[in-house]
């Protein structure tokens, strides 16, 4: 069919094109690193014209009613909606996820997202009165918007939904690793009746064409999701042109388990947190802080239930843990799982090896260590794969100073059985997002964090403002 071949070309001015530079990218299948397809490298020309369609584009977008720009959006959701199954089996082959997440995951977040941001657009007042001024609300402009493999589908609607909903005109460029469903997205946004160039998809690297659309001189905002290290150079590259930043980057979330707390309930639901799509996610609960004297049954919880998730093959609908991303990312992870051994944690379950009968494919072993001390390097980085430190402390102050003490700020947790005590120590961690008590994670509320996490906000109102600059007229 037509559509298929489009699908693997660039989307720029609302037709799509092949790569000027005829050379293509190779996405591998997570679960047997075999080849699965191909995509092209943008080249520098390539990203002009993207850049230049979506100028072009920006005074018709930004002049068109947010009424329609919303129904638009609504649009878009039907078409994901509809499109479900396609989106989701495409995110299980290259991120690896099993395939009942990414249908209620990976597909069903950006369908909430794009509903929070529609709602919050239509009750945004664009317009307001401050003394004797009125206050315009206008489109960013331009948006070059650079997202992650680890939820494609999410990362990249966490950023069109709002800025085109503010206005703005998007350049995408997507993960080299899972660029698939942004193809589909684009087809989509297209059929809802998008207008050419309010979206301009492109694949290729970060340090090519990332770099490039950082620089671009008409580019007006940038919106990134992914690693603090790339998040540094963006950030100083931005700075040669003053362009605003929208930074949502690493994380090394700390849950806290308070004496009093349901010990076995929270264990669990931490595992559960921390190993979510193979424990690559921003915000995963990667190092669980017990009281000295309930360790041992944390650990015993945290073991059984991590036993429990038998990595297997994420189009399975019986799987719950699936292979990593990348091949690059199963190096990364036993690397890490080496260096915690080696620095004397104590493995509870898990390990470097690969799990047994899964030589083919991106597969760890779900991995506990106890015993962790608070500055080993497990206990610091962000590893990004089935990885949990339990982290024992002797006062509620050091389990403060434990939870705080790395450069992340982007997610936690407390766990007591006294509502208030937690919510306590909740608003003393330093951080953009805590669950209290296994709070819902939210995607209408602001979403985002601090230190090297990053700063700025997604999702909802918060999410909207981004992409919005006052303008002040005098009256
Ligand atoms: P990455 O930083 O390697 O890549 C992210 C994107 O940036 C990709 O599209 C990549 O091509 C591009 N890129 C890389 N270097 C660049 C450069 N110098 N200039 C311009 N673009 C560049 O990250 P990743 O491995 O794709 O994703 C994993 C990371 O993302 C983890 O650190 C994770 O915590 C983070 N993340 C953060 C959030 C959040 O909301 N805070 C959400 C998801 C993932």
Known sequence: ????????????????????????????????????????????ADLEEAVEAAAAA????????IEERASV???IAEGISQRTEELATSISREVGTPIRHSRAIQVGNPLQIIAGTVEAARREPLEEEVGNVRVLREPAGVVAAITPWNYPLQQVVAKLAPALAAGCTVVLKVSEVAPLTAFTLAQIAADAGLPGGAL???????????????????????????????????????????????MELGGKSAS????????????????????????????????????RRLQERAVEVAAETASKLAPGDPLDEATRLGPLASSRQLERVRSYIRQGVQAGARLAAGGAEPPAGLERGFYV???????????????????FGPVLSVIPYESEEAALRIANGTPYGLAGAVWSADQEHALDFARHMRCGTVEVNG??????????????????????????????????LQL
């Open 365 to 383: 072993r779900p991995t506990v260590f106890a015993d962790v001390e608070p500055e080993m390097v497990i206990a610091q980085e962000e590893i």
């Open 73 to 75: 959006l609504e649009r």
């Open 439 to 472: 709070g819902a994670f939210s995607l209408t509320a602001p979403f985002g964090g601090v230190k090297l996490s990053g700063h700025g906000r997604e999702f909802g109102r918060y999410g909207l403002e981004e992409f919005l600059v006052p303008k002040s």
């Open 1 to 44: 069919m037509a559509e298929a071949r489009l699908e693997y070309r660039l989307f720029i001015g609302g037709s799509w094109v092949p790569a000027s530079s005829g050379r293509l990218i190779e996405v591998e299948e997570a679960s047997t690193g075999e080849p699965l397809a191909e995509v092209p490298e943008a080249s520098e």
């Open 58 to 65: 920006l005074p018709g977008w930004s002049g068109t009613p």
């Open 200 to 246: 301009n998809v492109l694949t290729g690297y970060g340090a090519s064409t990332g770099e490039r659309l950082v620089c671009h001189r008409l580019v007006d905002h940038i919106s990134f999701t992914g690693s603090t290290r790339a998040g540094r150079r963006i950030s100083r590259l931005a700075a040669e042109r003053v362009t605003p930043l929208t």
């Open 256 to 291: 806290v388990l308070l004496d009093d707390a349901e010990i076995e309930k929270a264990a669990k639901f931490c595992v559960y947190n921390a190993f979510l799509n193979a424990g690559q996610t921003c915000t995963a609960l990667t190092r669980l802080l017990v009281p």
